[in-house]
């Protein structure tokens, strides 16, 4: 919360009495700290049950901790009666309730508190009216009244205001004092709706799909503590950034990762027209091909002997298995059924013979040299890394798995110029590893979470869609993304092709389109470029007007331009093409600064980052360097411009010793 003063039309008495509610909701949360507490793990039956109960009171004792700088309570509602809910409500960030179970503070994920952020004079939801509280560090400084019941307008709000002009400081903050009436519909549509957000930078994408998760595992906890939530992100650093929003509203379980911390962390360089080709839908097709073309058609039946007995299943028999379990099973359970059958029959012959064996027996077979050795023929084992390797190398075999589905042409850039020598020393890139994981789901069903919220979606592939819904097949999704910041060279070009990959057709598209980070004269600057990059856009619009915040600076120095912000409040980014970090930071010796890397979860006040790795950042103030170079380093450069332009809250600062590119200029 920024620093209110005490304005003097702010009545002392008033403020007073909001000061002492705090209070009270501070003494009640210590209370029921205390209580969690004083409760024994020692009542639960066993000592499994003990250490789960004790887990449980460990976390709600943690729950309940009182952080001195984050307010307790953010708003207030006063409501007209009708209701067995009380007349005035404190909307906060948890609930806090008083020693008689009186509610103190309200959490603001409750349905009565969704008037906090929808009410409005034309549909007041029977709130007279609406109070929001400034604070500077944990002490409430200010409050701000907007009277609903009267009809007419409501002017803007300053604490709104002041929280969003705030200067930026450290990692991404929770912004459940003000979201937003058409984020908070977002953020409060039902668990089983797919929602998929279109948003120009800054609308709050980001921020929407975090507070989201947490609405969702309030409303739906059990089912969700079960199931599971989990963020999606581009990259470590983008983690890291916002890996304290959830922590901070309370929800400490769940999993923040990358498509390759899911995939598997394979990076091999490649060609992005090769990448492109594994990238697309029609590798599921030929991949399914590709393990089915295993099987191998049985030329011989199984002879099983106990005894002085020999039990046969003639060839055609086990012919007959193979082919009423191939394409009604997934690849590993249909070997598994295989040996069941075959030892089935061999017990079906048994009891022909008089015998009675029973189920351990059936196994036994299963389980035998001979239906093994069968089983192995005819359905081999297999890791989906081994059908891969055998799809890239072997130009034979992939055009036989790729029917008509690819191209000559796209079937030779497949293959691999130089085969490794086996499966065990390929080199997988990251477009393999969708592959191997679509393998690995056709042998082996890939479970389900319960909700899956995917950040920068537009940058995905089809095949990495696939992945990504395989893991929210009996649950839903948050889709977050840009069409104009697509930057790899699968990127998509239309949300219905994103939900349709990802499996969840049904999904909604929506979308925000007020700016809060980038002022209005950065923001019309970087849309320059949307003409080029995503024509069917319309132009961002932006909260803040920012006049004086862009500077185009021929022949600057990356230094001086440094030092000048340095005088500023708040974080500043150079964002630079990645050829250039060491030059940049070499130019910046003289001042402390770190640089970002892939992994790094960096933080310090100047920080050289890589273009590259910008997606999804913010700084106070953004020192850009070499725009031409940044477009010339991929084939998506001037998207890759777009978003390194529109990374700025307060300032940002051009240099460029080359031309600026001619979409900039016009
Ligand atoms: N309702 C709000 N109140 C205050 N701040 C907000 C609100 N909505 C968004 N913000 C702030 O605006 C900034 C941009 O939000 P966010 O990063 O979620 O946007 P985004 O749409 O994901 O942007 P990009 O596409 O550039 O990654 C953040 O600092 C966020 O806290």
């Given at each position: 919360m920024p620093g209110h003063q005490l304005a003097p039309d702010i009545p002392s008495d008033v403020l007073a009495s909001e000061q002492a509610h705090l209070a009270e909701s501070r003494a009640a949360l210590k209370a029921m700290r205390a209580h969690a507490q004083s409760l024994s793990a020692d009542a639960a039956g066993d000592w499994v049950s003990q250490q789960i109960l004790q887990s449980l009171l460990d976390q709600r004792v943690a729950a309940l901790a009182?952080?001195?700088?984050?307010?307790?309570?953010?708003?207030r509602l006063d409501r007209q009666a009708g209701d067995d809910l009380p007349g005035t409500i404190y909307v906060g960030r948890r609930h806090v309730h008083d020693g008689g179970s009186k509610p103190l503070v309200i959490d603001w994920r409750a349905p009565v508190s969704q008037a906090f952020y929808q009410a409005s004079p034309a549909d007041p939801m029977g709130v007279v009216r609406r109070r929001r509280f400034g604070y500077h560090g944990g002490a409430l400084t200010a409050f701000e009244d907007e009277p609903l019941g009267e009809g007419g307008e409501i002017g803007p709000s300053r604490i709104l205001t002041d929280e969003i002009e705030r200067p930026r400081t450290g990692p991404m903050?929770?912004?459940?004092?003000?979201?937003?009436?058409d984020q908070d519909e977002i953020v409060r549509s039902t668990l089983a709706q797919t929602v998929c957000v279109q948003g120009a930078p800054g609308t709050g994408k980001t921020a929407v799909g975090l507070h989201r998760a947490a609405y969702l595992l309030?409303?739906?906890?059990?089912?969700?503590?079960?199931?599971?939530?989990?963020?999606?992100?581009?990259?470590r650093a983008f983690l890291s950034y916002i890996s304290s929003v959830l922590p901070a509203l309370g929800e400490v379980k769940v999993d923040q990762t990358t498509v390759a911390g899911l995939l598997g962390e394979h990076a091999a360089e490649e060609d992005p027209m090769v990448a492109a080709v594994k990238g697309d839908a029609r590798m599921a097709a030929v991949l399914e091909r590709a393990l089915w073309l295993h099987i191998v058609k049985p030329e011989e039946g199984v002879v099983f002997t106990k005894g002085v007995y020999r039990y046969r299943v003639a060839d055609y028999e086990v012919r007959e298995?193979?082919?009423?379990?191939?394409?009604?099973?997934?690849?590993?359970?249909?070997?598994?059924?295989?040996?069941?059958?075959?030892?089935?029959?061999?017990?079906?012959?048994?009891?022909?013979?008089?015998?009675?064996?029973?189920?351990?027996?059936?196994?036994?077979?299963?389980?035998?040299?001979?239906?093994?050795?069968l089983v192995d023929t005819v359905w081999p084992k297999l890791t989906p890394e081994q059908v891969l390797y055998r799809l890239l190398s072997d130009p034979e075999f992939l055009k036989k798995a790729a029917k008509s589905d690819l191209s000559p042409d796209e079937q030779e850039m497949l293959v691999w110029r130089k085969p490794y020598r086996s499966w065990k020393s390929a080199k997988w890139s990251a477009a393999d590893a969708a592959l191997l994981d679509e393998l690995r789901d056709l042998m082996e069903r890939t479970p389900s979470l319960g909700h899956l919220v995917v950040d920068e979606a537009q940058d995905l592939s089809e095949m990495q869609l696939r992945a990504l819904g395989r893991r929210c097949r009996n649950g839903s999704a948050t889709v977050l993304g840009d069409l104009a910041q697509g930057t790899t060279p699968w990127s998509t070009s239309s949300w219905e092709s994103v939900l349709e990959h990802l499996g969840q057709r049904e999904g909604e598209v929506t979308e925000l389109t007020l700016g809060f980070r980038v002022p209005r004269e950065v923001l019309d600057y970087a849309a320059r470029l949307l003409p080029s990059i995503a024509p069917e856009l319309a132009a961002p619009r932006s909260l803040r007007p920012g006049v004086g915040s862009l500077t185009v600076r021929p022949g600057g120095s990356v230094a001086q331009a440094a030092a000048e912000v340095l005088t500023r409040e708040g974080s500043i980014g150079v964002i630079v093409p990645d050829a250039l970090v060491a030059d940049v930071s070499r130019a910046l010796a003289d001042l402390p600064h770190a640089v970002l890397g892939p992994d790094s979860d960096e933080e310090h006040r100047l920080l050289i980052v890589p273009a590259t790795l910008a997606k999804g950042l913010e700084y106070d103030h953004v020192i850009v360097v070499e725009p031409a170079d940044i477009v010339a380093a991929e084939p998506r450069g001037l998207a890759r411009l777009y978003v390194v332009l529109t990374r700025a809250v307060t300032s940002l600062t051009?240099?460029?010793?080359?031309?600026?590119?001619?979409?900039?200029t016009t």
């Open positions: 009182d952080h001195p700088d984050t307010p307790l309570f953010f708003g903050r929770d912004i459940v004092a003000t979201i937003q009436p309030y409303t739906h906890r059990e089912r969700l503590a079960r199931a599971g939530v989990m963020i999606v992100g581009p990259n298995i193979v082919a009423s379990l191939r394409g009604t099973t997934r690849y590993n359970p249909g070997r598994a059924a295989l040996a069941q059958r075959l030892a089935h029959m061999v017990l079906v012959r048994m009891e022909q013979r008089g015998e009675s064996p029973d189920d351990r027996v059936q196994d036994a077979v299963a389980r035998s040299k001979p239906v093994k050795q051009v240099l460029h010793d080359k031309p600026l590119p001619a979409e900039l």
